[in-house]
T-cell receptor, first 114, second 110 residues
Framework: SAVISQKPSRDICQRGTSLTIQCQVDSQVTMMFWYRQQPGQSLTLIAT?????????ESGFVIDKFPISRPNLTFSTLTVSNMSPEDSSIYLC???????????FGDGTRLSIL | QKEVEQNSGPLSVPEGAIASLNCTYSDRGSQSFFWYRQYSGKSPELIMF????GDKEDGRFTAQLNKASQYVSLLIRDSQPSDSATYLC??????????FGKGTTLSVSS
């Protein structure tokens, strides 16, 4: 089965710094998404990563805080900028392999901000 | 605002029993319906999806969809302790991102 690799798997960062999370898929996908899961909560969509163009952000999320790239059909990055303790969450990428197909998730990045 | 509602639980069932998990959604335009299982500290894992009204069975799992009532459920037959997890209901219109419920925690006791 196809593999979704997310790096890093976890990190502990200092407030005010930035971290870039990578999502690599071993085959081309039609859609890629980034979600956040805060402690004890469900998943909230941050943005849809669009190949070759700017990401589409959900209400409450802005490009300056969460810049996203998707240079091709198998790779995307999410940067969490100027981090604060409130950014401590699990960040997940998800992908769709074809039209009318389910989303599948990477293993997630567990981020803690000190 | 599009919403997906689930009882948070915990839902406790004895081993071998049927676990019934329920979900309602607000957007009548929703076309696809998913159940994900999430173990503590892990990412969500897809276990069932359903697009049409009625039942869909896969092993011990049955998903049920009633679009008129905007209701989707997941039945787990012969529940096992390994089924203990949080079950997330998610819906979308095709080609769009998922909207998740808050999840129902299932505990299966041996």
């Amino acid at each position: 089965s196809a593999v979704i690799s997310q790096k890093p798997s976890r990190d502990i960062c200092q407030r005010g710094t930035s971290l870039t999370i990578q999502c690599q898929v071993d085959s081309q996908v039609t859609m890629m998404f980034w979600y956040r899961q805060q402690p004890g909560q469900s998943l909230t969509l941050i943005a849809t990563a669009n190949q070759g163009s700017e990401a589409t952000y959900e209400s409450g999320f802005v490009i300056d805080k969460f810049p996203i790239s998707r240079p091709n059909l198998t790779f995307s990055t999410l940067t969490v900028s100027n981090m604060s303790p409130e950014d401590s969450s699990i960040y997940l990428c998800s992908v769709v392999w074809g039209s009318n197909q389910p989303q599948h998730f990477g293993d997630g990045t567990r981020l803690s901000i000190l | 605002q599009k919403e997906v509602e689930q009882n948070s639980g915990p839902l406790s069932v004895p081993e071998g029993a049927i676990a019934s998990l329920n979900c309602t959604y607000s957007d009548r335009g929703s076309q696809s319906f998913f159940w994900y299982r999430q173990y503590s500290g892990k990412s969500p894992e897809l276990i069932m999806f359903i697009y049409s009204n009625g039942d869909k069975e896969d092993g011990r799992f049955t998903a049920q969809l009633n679009k008129a009532s905007q209701y989707v459920s997941l039945l787990i037959r012969d529940s096992q302790p390994s089924d203990s997890a949080t079950y997330l209901c998610a819906v979308n219109q095709r080609g769009t991102a998922l909207i998740f419920g808050k999840g129902t925690t299932l505990s299966v006791s041996s």
